[in-house]
């Protein structure tokens, strides 16, 4: 497989309805509960005719012992291997946590490209209470979006698709 999209980040940001939004039709779970998606999902894209495969990842959890969330935690770094572009999602409603903090510590070493995605930017209000993000240091854009409604995904798409 070439041209592959990983979507990560921690349970309940978006990550699921992100990935049903660009594949089209319903693959992965998306629950109201955190953590609901346990492995990765695989589908396909396509935007402006370029075709692009997306992955979508459980949430990643650190500092457990729970064994479950070391598989979830396993999944994730598989995909980002496998990964050509990495979404690193972050929730605007929430705000930055913890969680975020860690994984933005795993994503400093890779060595791809990364865009920082602050979804939930359901108006475009809410786009000023992104800026926060910036302190988790992802040297990159900083997309506001919304998987709910497609606000900024457009752009989003623009971007990811500009590397195949
Ligand atoms: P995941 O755990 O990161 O895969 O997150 P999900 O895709 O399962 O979504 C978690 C919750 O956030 C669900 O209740 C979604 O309906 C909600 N959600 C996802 N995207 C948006 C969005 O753009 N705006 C709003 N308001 N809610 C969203
Ligand atoms: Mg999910």
């Given at each position: 497989?070439?041209?592959?999209?990983?979507?990560?980040?921690?349970?309940?940001?978006?990550?699921?309805?992100?990935?049903?939004?660009?594949?089209?039709?319903?693959?992965?779970?998306?629950?109201?509960e955190?953590?609901?998606?346990?492995?990765?999902?695989?589908?396909?894209?396509?935007?402006?005719?370029?075709?692009?495969?997306?992955i979508?990842?459980?949430?990643?959890?650190?500092?457990?012992d729970?064994?479950f969330?070391?598989?979830?935690?396993?999944?994730?770094?598989?995909?980002?291997?496998?990964a050509?572009?990495?979404?690193?999602?972050?929730?605007?409603?929430?705000?930055?946590?913890?969680?975020?903090?860690?994984?933005?510590?795993?994503?400093?070493?890779?060595?791809?490209?990364?865009?920082?995605?602050?979804?939930?930017?359901?108006?475009?209000?809410?786009?000023?209470?992104?800026?926060?993000?910036?302190?988790?240091?992802?040297?990159?854009?900083?997309?506001?979006?919304?998987?709910?409604?497609?606000?900024?995904?457009?752009?989003?798409?623009?971007?990811?698709?500009?590397?195949?």
């Open positions: 497989m070439s041209n592959i999209v990983a979507i990560v980040g921690r349970p309940n940001v978006g990550k699921s309805t992100l990935f049903n939004r660009l594949i089209g039709s319903r693959k992965a779970i998306v629950n109201e955190s953590g609901v998606t346990r492995d990765r999902n695989y589908g396909k894209s396509e935007w402006n005719g370029k075709e692009f495969s997306v979508d990842t459980g949430g990643y959890v650190s500092n457990s729970d064994i969330e070391e598989e979830i935690n396993k999944q994730v770094l598989l995909a980002i291997e496998e050509d572009v990495i979404l690193f999602m972050v929730d605007t409603e929430i705000g930055l946590t913890d969680l975020d903090q860690n994984f933005a510590k795993l994503l400093r070493n890779i060595q791809k490209p990364i865009y920082l995605v602050a979804n939930k930017v359901d108006t475009s209000e809410r786009i000023y209470d992104a800026s926060e993000f910036y302190r988790l240091g992802i040297n990159s854009d900083l997309f506001c979006i919304s998987s709910a409604n497609g606000f900024g995904t457009g752009e989003l798409l623009d971007k990811i698709t500009s590397h195949f």
